[in-house]
């Protein structure tokens, strides 16, 4: 998403509060503007995004975006953890919603972090609130878009499908500082 009014780009992590963020900027889908850059260094304007734009984004619990993406992705919500784990989809929506690593996006090709804060979806408003205050926008309380119901993410693992999740996602919890 990009806002000009407020100078700024937010990377859009699937499953974490990306809809509600974006929503607090007064966009909709339809416009443009919500689409610009979300897939961070994979985007296609990443590269002609506008100098001096501060970025910001929101990274999750790599366990419980998991999880979360696993039951909200209608291939996979049937499925096994273990069969999801093993078979992990490849492109498209659900790619992005499940497999893609959350630094994928968010790491150049350098291995530097492209955006200037990262919001901990565990502590989603404050860190929101603060980007507000950096950015001069006024706070606003973020809606909880896009919620599903389920279990809290260590209930559906076990020492097998800890140990195959970790080879997919291992990165993302250790360079986020994450842990089981």
């Not at 404050?126 to 993410?153: I, Q, T, W």
Request: net charge positive.
């Amino acid at each position: 998403m990009i806002s000009h009014a407020y100078k700024c780009i937010f990377v859009h992590q699937r499953k974490c509060a990306g809809t509600s963020i974006i929503r607090a900027f007064d966009l909709d889908v339809g416009d443009a503007d919500w689409h610009f850059m979300n897939d961070g260094v994979l985007s296609p304007e990443y590269k002609s995004a506008p100098a001096g734009y501060f970025r910001f984004t929101v990274v999750r619990n790599p366990w419980d975006r998991f999880i979360s993406g696993w039951k909200y992705c209608a291939s996979t919500r049937r499925r096994s953890l273990r069969d999801v784990l093993n078979n992990l989809p490849r492109e498209g929506h659900d790619y992005r919603h499940l497999t893609r690593p959350q630094h994928a996006i968010l790491y150049d090709e350098a291995g530097r972090l492209v955006v200037d804060y990262v919001i901990r979806f565990e502590s989603l408003q404050k860190g929101f609130d603060e980007v507000c205050d950096l950015l001069g926008k006024p706070r606003r309380a973020l809606g909880h878009e896009n919620r599903g119901s389920r279990m809290d993410y260590d209930e559906y693992f076990n020492e097998e499908t800890r140990r195959i999740f970790l080879r997919h996602f291992g990165r993302d919890v250790e360079l986020f500082g994450y842990s089981f």
